[in-house]
């Protein structure tokens, strides 16, 4: 039985150089933000080629000026309390997500009874229930909280009951015959094993947060990027609009890429000998 | 209590189906203390069944299994450690980490587990694998450290299950010489499940084969092989020739017409 020098180990990076590592990001974030640079230059261009009234389509510069000319006043004030209500709503969604999904694992009653209850929560359309809320809630952060934890519990609730199910049985059996019992088997095996799944739950679910939040906003509010959008619209400000979709979209990048900060922290096991993606 | 503490496993007439299928039936299976019983036989016959049961896993349907004195599923449980073909090792586990398992589902910290587990790394020739996650890690290596969990679950008895089927045959040799003299030095009651004669006969005191499905106890070997110092001199020496053509002979009449495996 040699002892084999690990195979992938031939394949993995060599200690690199602080220039190395600066080359591999930018060689990895380059095209994209390469693509990025060029769709703004041609919206750009092709508003000024064309002519086209601020109104209808305004260039990114016009839009970049909004958004350092609105900043304080209007778009500071609106990002924080969207913000406020993305990361306080994906929280609740991670925890009682979580805490169900770890229920209906142990429960089989629970799985039975409350199962297609969950499922049918998630037929109730968005548009319709937000106003509901606003009408109950009022104009406060309790409605949009719930909107978006609402909507970001589901994904993670599925993915990590999925992972759960899906963990080996014969890791069950022979966890018990090492002194293994259930709580032991669930800490040690079942968690663990169902953490890669459920980041991918949380993933999805850090794409719907932002929208789930400006819905919530936009039935009712009196601050966040949803109102000012709401607002801005009747005026046809749509440079600002468009700022506030910049802020809400590069709040959504950033929570995904929390989120995979996070993934990579606690399964980083799962991703070795994958290719990066 | 005024019970004697029985002293062996003892499998009565047990049966056990699943549906409609007969896994194993009316078999009859002593193993005393302190000796290892290899049980071979073609795939498919029931063998694994037969250590499910054992160990408490699973019960059979008609017959009883007592494993020293215990006849319960928690206690045979107890008493027994299971060690499967796949090494089921957690990927997310150092080596020394997955070793440590049993003695953390016993409540003992993390630090201690891998304190009392990392000796025991150096006695069983994985010294500096300690800190490599399995899949860094060779088949064979796998299943030592798989093994080495095995054996600090403090078990009594411990049922082998092919514990070497997945490796290729020149670790296979490797393996079963290491385990040949681990078990020399730490005496354990043992039953193993295997296709391959040779490693029953390496491995076992007695030899027991199976029919085909469903698995029905056929003939007992008792295997008495001269104390020489190397696997090769001992598949060579002519005691062991005979006995693994018996064997054999009694799995190809076990298995009707088809000639035994390998």
Same mark, same amino acid.
Request: overall charge positive.
């Given at each position: ?73 209007? $778009?500071?004030? &609106?990002?924080?309390?969207?913000? @406020?209500?993305?990361? %306080?709503?994906? /929280?609740? !969604?991670?925890? +009682?997500? *979580? ?91 079942? $968690?663990?094993? &169902?953490?890669?799944?459920?980041? @991918?739950?949380?993933? %999805?679910?850090? /794409?719907? !947060?932002?929208? +789930?939040? *400006? ?63 | ?262």
């Amino acid at each position: 039985m040699a002892s084999r020098v690990p195979a992938d180990r031939a394949g993995q990076r060599p200690a690199s150089s602080r220039a190395g590592r600066g080359w591999r990001v930018l060689r990895r974030y380059l095209p994209a933000a390469a693509v990025l640079v060029a769709i703004l230059a041609a919206w750009e261009l092709a508003t000024a080629v064309f002519g086209v009234r601020d109104y209808i389509l305004p260039a990114p510069s016009a839009v970049a000026r909004a958004l350092v000319d609105r900043w304080d006043g209007t $778009l500071a004030s &609106a990002t924080w309390v969207t913000l @406020t209500e993305v990361l %306080l709503g994906f /929280a609740i !969604a991670v925890v +009682a997500g *979580v805490l169900i999904a770890c229920g209906l694992h142990f429960s089989r009653i629970a799985r039975a009874a409350l199962y297609p209850w969950l499922i049918g929560s998630q037929t109730v359309p968005v548009v319709v229930i937000a106003p509901v809320l606003a009408i109950i809630f009022g104009y406060t952060l309790t409605p949009k909280l719930i909107l978006v934890a609402l909507l970001c519990f589901f994904p993670i609730v599925v993915a990590l009951l999925d992972g759960l199910a899906s963990v080996d049985p014969d890791l069950s059996r022979l966890m018990r015959t090492l002194h293994g019992g259930r709580w032991a088997i669930f800490r040690r095996v079942e $968690l663990p094993a &169902a953490l890669p799944s459920m980041f @991918t739950g949380l993933r %999805l679910s850090a /794409a719907y !947060a932002a929208t +789930a939040a *400006v819905f919530g906003e936009y039935s009712g509010s009196s601050d966040g990027l949803g109102h000012v959008m709401r607002q801005a619209v009747p005026q046809l400000q749509s440079a600002l609009v468009f700022a506030a979709i910049a802020l809400l979209s590069a709040m959504s990048v950033a929570l995904f890429v929390l989120v995979t900060a996070c993934e990579r922290l606690l399964v980083g096991w799962a991703h070795e000998g994958k290719n990066d993606r | 209590m005024g019970l004697p503490r029985r002293d062996e496993i003892r499998l009565t007439g047990v049966t056990r189906r699943y549906g409609a299928v007969v896994a194993v039936e009316r078999v009859d299976l002593v193993v005393p203390r302190g000796r290892r019983v290899a049980v071979v036989g073609p795939s498919g016959c029931g063998k694994s069944t037969l250590l499910g049961l054992i160990c408490g896993l699973d019960e059979p349907d008609e017959g009883a299994v007592d494993v020293l004195g215990a006849t319960d599923p928690a206690g045979r449980l107890d008493r027994c450690a299971w060690m499967p073909q796949r090494d089921l090792l957690l990927p997310w586990r150092s080596a020394l980490a997955n070793a440590a398992v049993p003695l953390e589902n016993q409540g003992i910290s993390r630090r201690a587990a891998r304190a009392v587990v990392r000796p025991l790394f150096e006695r069983f020739g994985l010294a500096g694998f300690e800190d490599h996650r399995p899949r860094q890690l060779s088949g064979g290596m796998r299943q030592r450290v798989a093994f080495v969990r095995t054996f600090v679950a403090g078990k009594e008895v411990l049922l082998l299950d092919e514990p070497f089927g997945a490796l290729d045959a020149i670790s296979r040799a490797a393996a079963q010489e290491w385990l040949r003299a681990t078990l020399d030095a730490e005496p354990r009651t043992v039953v193993l499940v295997t296709h391959d004669v040779e490693e029953a006969l390496l491995l076992g005191h007695e030899i027991v084969v199976l029919t085909g499905r469903p698995g029905r106890v056929t003939a007992r070997h008792l295997v008495d092989l001269p104390a020489v110092a190397t696997r090769r001199e001992l598949v060579a020496s002519p005691e062991f020739v005979r006995l693994r053509d018996q064997v054999l002979a009694a799995l190809e009449q076990s298995a009707g017409a088809e000639p035994a495996e390998r």
